[in-house]
């Protein structure tokens, strides 16, 4: 059965910081890896979806990579915000399974 | 806007009385779901739905019903709710999960059972 581990389970970091957010995961034979955002008492959004023959995929400030063979994905913010304080979730697929998330916090 | 409701947003009830969340997407997906979250064991799958009719149990489904009886809406039926059901309920919809299609996940319902 699929595990997700996400570390570290919280993060605080000064404004301006670039960060990486960790995610492994047991079973390497997924289709996809997904990170998600999620604010205090609110739903999920999605930020990147990487498929399995991909590697990484960008957008805005955000870039994620995926190594399938090490079960390892990463989430790299550069110039992090206050606006990006939330908790990020990985999630792989086949039967979507989430990780436990890391709680982002931005100083300003 | 592409977009996938949930109702009631937040709801409290009795232990025993049946009640029923909807869940509405207006993407025309296929593949819809449930997910609960709790602290400490983040989001596990409750039922999911490949297609109209087509439903299949989740990691936690104990408790719960589901049916699809259209494309467009996936209900998750409480017959008889306990203390152990208060949670908060995502559903989602995604065009093909097999091939790792964007999921899009609903508001959420906060539901409390006392």
């Known amino acids: 059965k699929q595990e997700v581990t996400q570390i570290p389970a919280a993060l605080s970091v000064p404004e301006g910081e670039n960060l990486v957010l960790n995610c492994s995961f047991t079973?390497?034979?997924?289709?996809?890896l997904q990170w998600f955002r999620q604010d205090p008492g609110k739903g999920l959004t999605s930020l990147l979806l990487?498929?399995?023959?991909?590697r990484e995929q960008t957008s805005g400030r955000l870039n994620a990579s995926l190594d399938k063979s090490s079960g390892r994905s990463t989430l790299y913010i550069a110039a992090s915000q206050p606006g990006d304080s939330a908790t990020y979730l990985c999630?792989?697929?086949?039967?979507?399974?989430f990780g436990s998330g890391t709680q982002l916090t931005v100083l300003p | 806007e592409a977009q996938v409701t949930q109702n009631p947003r937040y709801l409290i009830t009795v232990t025993g009385k049946k009640l029923t969340v909807t869940c509405s997407q207006n993407?025309?997906?296929?593949?819809m779901s449930w997910y609960r979250q709790d602290p400490g064991l983040g989001l596990r799958q409750i039922y999911y739905?490949?297609?109209?009719?087509?439903?299949d149990k989740g990691d936690v489904p104990e408790g719960y019903k589901v049916s699809r009886k259209e494309k467009r809406n996936f209900p998750l039926i409480l017959e008889s709710p306990s203390p152990n059901q208060t949670s908060l309920y995502f559903c989602?919809?995604?065009?093909?999960?097999?091939?790792?299609?964007?999921?899009?996940f609903g508001p959420g319902t906060r539901l409390t059972v006392t």
């Open positions: 990487i498929q399995s023959s991909q």
């Open positions: 739905s490949m297609n109209v009719e087509v439903t």
């Open positions: 993407m025309n997906h296929e593949y």
């Open positions: 999630a792989a697929s086949r039967q979507l399974t």
């Open positions: 079973d390497s034979a997924i289709y996809n």
């Open positions: 989602a919809s995604s065009t093909d999960r097999d091939r790792g299609y964007e999921q899009y």
